[in-house]
């Protein structure tokens, strides 16, 4: 089962992914909802709670990847699961871009900071 859920914060989604990332349901599901947030400028996939990505999964991220450049739009994991890092490393794709910690903190900041000045301006 592979579940997801979208937050936004001003021009930034965070898309949270849960489940195995493995059957094509699964893959069209995400991106379903990263294409659904087209207006952002950065789309951050959440991999905290997937245990597991195979062919399919893999096909699609690559997919998506190309799909973000193609749009303006920064695209980055955060938090991957050792397992799951492994499989995007041994694929042959472009690299992912793979938010810290403290970078996922300050663009949360960021966004929210100018959601504020947004919201205060209008």
């Known amino acids: ?23 094509p349901e ?8 990263v294409i659904g947030e087209a207006d952002a400028r950065i789309i951050i996939l959440d991999m905290s709670e997937v245990s597991t990505v195979e062919g399919g999964g ?14 303006e739009i920064r695209i980055k994991l955060f ?12 694929a042959t794709m472009h690299p992912f871009d793979v938010a810290s910690l403290d970078e996922m903190t300050a663009l949360l900041m960021f966004a929210e900071i100018a959601q504020q000045h947004y919201t205060a301006a209008a």
């Open 1 to 23: 089962m592979f579940a997801v859920n979208v937050e936004r914060f001003g021009d930034m989604a965070v898309i949270e992914c849960e489940g195995r990332l493995v059957q």
């Open 26 to 33: 699964s893959a069209y599901q995400l991106r379903n909802a």
């Open 58 to 71: 893999l096909g699609m991220l690559a997919y998506l990847q190309r799909w973000a450049l193609d749009h």
């Open 79 to 90: 938090n991957p699961a050792r397992t799951v890092r492994e499989r995007l490393d041994h």
